[in-house]
């Protein structure tokens, strides 16, 4: 900027003393020149007088100096000059202040020499006898004496611009110095020059606003890893590269990961065959998963990618403990065959002896014993189904603890945690009405919720819509996807019932999702309405 000030302040300098150089030389070129013409018109008079007069007698006695005196006829031939012999002239009928001298009395003319090192000016009048007497001088064009003038003019021009220079650089410091002492930080504390006063003004208020944008994005940044430090899931942050963004406590652990890993690739604190499949496969088909056992326990990687405005910007990776669930199902599984196995062997027991009595192979006298382990083996049948009752009671859990929930923030969470789902579905989410509140368990309650959603969109269409409708203590989710056919809806809250096996079983479904979603209802005192049109959608509404 000091450069800058200090060249455009020299370059003014030299165009203006050009410029006063070239005015001043033109107004005295110009002054001069008038008066130059003033003293020929004065000097043509006197020689007027004496030549009509004395005619040549007059004209013969003028010396040869710095004016010409011309004595043409009316026909343009040279009578006499002062100078010249006349005979060699050449006639003067075609110059234009003879012309005009002819026609109006008096005329006047200057010409430039080839050259133009000289200007001649001349002046004409005519005589009583029709005649015409010139009178002219020389004298040096303006280019001529500028030339002349030229080594005063350049050390005229060295001085000026030398002296431009000193005072523009000190000038630009000057100018200068206060801008480089602004503290940018507290602006308007600012007391220097007044033009820069509204460039202060929008630089306090766009401090202002990165204050307000840091403090806005700092307290996100606790927020995000107050959440994610307390998560008991594995969370991990990739780049579209596979660059570790951000990784929680639990990943850490998990993975064995030092806290230098962020700014690392993923797949150096995981060099597995099945991740590396799963990330590729997150960042190219949107999704990923695999399994693995770390440290002696089992989880599930889900890997989702993430995209803005349709470009990959990285990818989601959620490490799940499935180890009680792989062991709760083992454990079931094993239920399963031993119910299965102890219920199969007192029926054997009894079929077997009630086929015996049926075909008369029991004697009479055995009829009793027979009997007798019928009846033990129904008492063992009975006590075993009391059993599996009894621990199916025990299964579903004591009076869990109440509170007020609110169903319209339920609502809404439940949309933000689906909203990617939806996404991926191409269907659109949106909750309505009047909020209100239920004494119940939120966790049973935003499970019914989120398993009426999930179905929804699911069982959805590209392009349709889910709504999430609030009124009169009523939740109502309706949909526009397949719908229910009018045979299944009578079971569709069984265990383990499916509507489309094949759907289901693509869709990702358990059987259990409205299973769930009648258990909640049922805890709550609440009843359940199903309307649904196969091809139109489906409404569910819970009356609490």
Known sequence: ??????????????????????????VLYSHFSEVQVEQLKDELSLAVTGTEQYGNAFLKNVEPGRFRVTWIDVDGTVLYDTQVDESAMENHADREEIQEALQTGTGSAVRTSSTLTKQTFYEAQQLADGT?????????????????????????????????????????????EPLNA???????????????????????????????????????????????????????????????????????????????????????IDRSSGMRTAVNDALDKGRGSTRANKNGRD?????????????????????????????SEQMRREFSANVSHELKTPLQGIIGSAELMENGLVKQSDMPRFVGHIRKEASRLVNLVEDIIRLSQLDEGAELPREQVDMLRLSEDVKAILASSAADKQVSITVSGEGFFVDGVHRMLHEMLYNLCDNAIKYNVPGGSVRIHMEQNRLIVSDTGIGIPTEHQGRVFERFYRVDKSHSKASGGTGLGLSIVKHAAAYHKAEIHLDSTPGKGTTICIQF
């Not at 030299?14 to 070239?22: E, F, H």
């Not at 990961?257 to 150096?268: E, I, R």
């Not at 405005?309 to 959620?318: N, Q």
Request: aromatic share 6%; net charge negative.
């Open 1 to 26: 900027m000091t450069s800058k000030i200090f060249r455009s302040t020299v370059f003014v300098a030299v165009v203006v003393l050009l410029c006063s150089l070239g005015v001043v030389m033109g």
């Open 132 to 176: 015409v007497l010139r009178i002219s001088t020389s004298q040096e064009s303006a280019w001529f004496l500028m030339l002349g003038m030229l080594w005063p003019i350049i050390l005229i021009a060295v001085l000026a611009i030398g002296l431009s220079a000193v005072l523009a650089r000190r000038m630009a410091v000057k100018i200068v």
């Open 182 to 268: 602004l503290n940018l930080e507290q602006p308007l504390k600012n007391d220097v020059y007044e033009e820069i006063s509204p460039l202060l003004h929008r630089i306090h208020r766009q401090h202002n606003q990165i204050a307000a944008q840091m403090e806005q994005l700092r307290r996100k940044a606790d927020e995000f890893e107050q959440i994610t430090g307390n998560m008991q899931e594995g969370l991990v942050l990739l780049s579209h590269e596979g660059i570790i963004l951000s990784i929680n406590p639990t990943a850490k652990r998990l993975f064995d990961a030092q806290d230098d890993c962020v700014g690392k690739n993923f797949l150096m």
């Open 299 to 327: 989880y599930q990687f889900d890997l989702s990618r993430i995209e803005s405005e349709g470009t990959v910007t990285g990818a989601v990776v959620l490490a799940f403990d499935i180890t009680e669930r792989l062991h």
